[in-house]
């Protein structure tokens, strides 16, 4: 079945430096790809999406490409803020099942300190 | 413009003890609703979803049961708790227009 994998956390960075989530799917067919942020006691907010191959979704100054050759959707950011701290959930659409129906990946920390 | 709410925000009840958590949402019409559960460190796990008034699937077997009343209702229950219950409860929808789904702020359940 469809299956998302992100990189292991916590990351952690100081205020300024690069950021980079990594996060591979496998999937039939095209799915839309989706990368949500949640922040300590709340729910998770949309952060992007790209829906086709070679789309690149951006917000905020994160930004991420849908790479279909190397099944890919990693998360980028040239340079993070103390309030980018949050946990960081890549997920794909699967139509497969008849409806739209999210699958996960477990999640990666991003702990920036001053 | 479109809104979901969840209440209550925060629960704390006894083993044995009933539950019923609320979903709404606002702004749309026949949305697609979703609960998730969130255990503590982990992802998302997908509990029910549906695509219509009383129209619920069950994506793993588990003491909880959904129901949806009205259109943009969607209701979380149980009968007794165990305390493999506790976890973050997340509802969302999403819509025939986008395959996106948007998430309430949660409920975090904590059985005792």
């Known amino acids: 079945g469809n299956s998302v994998t992100q990189m292991e956390g916590p990351v952690t960075l100081s205020e300024e430096a690069f950021l980079t989530i990594n996060c591979t799917y496998t999937?039939?067919?095209?799915?839309?790809l989706f990368w949500y942020v949640q922040y300590p006691g709340e729910g998770l907010q949309l952060l992007l999406k790209?829906?086709?191959?070679?789309d690149k979704g951006s917000n905020k100054g994160f930004e991420a490409t849908y790479r279909k050759e190397t099944t890919s959707f990693h998360l980028e950011k040239g340079s993070v803020q103390v309030s980018d701290s949050a946990v960081y959930f890549c997920?794909?659409?699967?139509?497969?099942?008849?409806?739209?129906?999210?699958?996960f990946g477990t999640g990666t920390r991003l702990l920036v300190s001053p | 413009s479109q809104t979901i709410h969840q209440w209550p925000a925060t629960l704390v009840q006894p083993v044995g003890s009933p539950l019923s958590l609320e979903c709404t949402v606002e702004g749309t019409s026949n949305p697609n609703l979703y609960w998730y559960r969130q255990a503590a460190g982990r992802g998302l796990q997908l509990l029910f979803y549906s695509v219509g008034i009383g129209q619920i699937s069950s994506e793993v077997p588990q003491n909880l049961s959904a129901s949806r009343p009205q259109d943009r209702q969607f209701i979380l229950s149980s009968k007794k708790l165990l305390l493999s219950d506790s976890g973050f409860y997340l509802c969302s929808y999403s819509t025939a227009a986008t395959d996106t789904q948007y998430f309430g702020p949660g409920t975090r359940l904590t059985v005792l």
């Open positions: 997920a794909l659409s699967d139509m497969n099942t008849g409806f739209q129906k999210l699958v």
């Open positions: 999937a039939t067919g095209y799915p839309s």
């Open positions: 790209a829906t086709k191959a070679d």
